[in-house]
């Protein structure tokens, strides 16, 4: 695959991202607040924070809205008065929302929703860059699989940092590569700040500089990792006036592995299947099969690809342990493969790896489905414009 046709692919690609925009807004008067998913209960506790005009659903908001939420307060509140949900398991992921509210801070609140789809989509494309450079040449082409993500795409289109986290990780790890240590640095360092996962890419390259005793690579590369501790600490010690209005801890929201799954087809007691849940099948068809893909790695003589290895493993941990609340939504399903993707197709040097078509497969059906689902099957949500 040449540069020239990756670029035309691109320019499709955004074409036809902004025309599931539309699709998405034309219920709501084509405003963009809409794909925030602003819900009426924090509207109304958080009534100096939300921007005029912008879409309020009357019931369903999504993560986005929290985003958003941190965003506003952290430019444009100094009371630091925030009421969110589960506090203690957001205000961390600060990543998406600084760089969205520095750019709010500058060009007005009121353009928050088309300056965060202008920079997660921005990063997203440099991101494919990225991961076009680091494959070798015979198997560029399957950078499409990247850009076509299902997860990538459905994050981006919520407003929500997974997808900018795995795209930071990915330009990171591009710099890492190539050996431009302070740009590797700055950008696993936002890497981090975004999503926690992020210390596991260091973890392993921080040992690789420790047993080289390359002293000065190790404390560059550290450094993210102690500050994120150091921010932990300090939001433990300087809290809010609240704990958000579900301050639930991580027992809470975890289940024994796949325990989630079993539980998510339960209703009032009983199994119910309904053909709308055919996708979290797939889901748990691609769980299995990156399982495989990451013992099959684990065969191969060398170790040196453990830094995109284990947050493979990490990510599939998440999915394991998630509570059935996260498996009954499509959602939160598909944005916990977001990472997986990517760092597959560079783990996995052999390219007829049965493992790896499997998961690309399943991920092209669900990027089928995805498109179905906005353009047909998601229904209109009643809603009104903030005062």
Known sequence: MKPRDLWIVLILFILGVVGLIYAKTEPYGNSLSALIGIWEGFYEINPNLVDPQFVIYSSGGYDGQFFYLLAKDLFADEKWDLIVDSFYFRYHRIGLSFASGTLSLL????????LTLILLFSVFILSVYCLYELLPKNSKWLVLFYIVSPYSLNANLLLVADSFFVSLALIAYYFYSKEKHFLAFLFFFFTVFTRELGILFLAPIGL????????????LYSIPGILFIVFIIYGWV????????????????TDYPLFGFAKSFIENGSFHFKIKEFPKLLFLFSFFVVCYLCFSS???????????????LGSLLVIAIAEEGYWRSFDNLSRMFTLILPFSILLIEDKKNIGLKLFLTSSALLFFFLLIRILFITPKKEYFLAI
């Open 238 to 253: 300087a809290t809010p006036n609240h704990l958000g209005t579900n301050p639930l801890g991580f027992r809470d929201m």
């Open 298 to 312: 684990l065969r191969q003589p060398s170790l040196q690809k453990l830094e995109i290895l284990l947050p493979i």
């Open 107 to 114: 060009f007005g609140s009121a353009n928050y929703p088309i």
């Open 208 to 219: 690789q500089f420790l047993l080289k005793k390359n002293w000065k690579l190790l404390l």
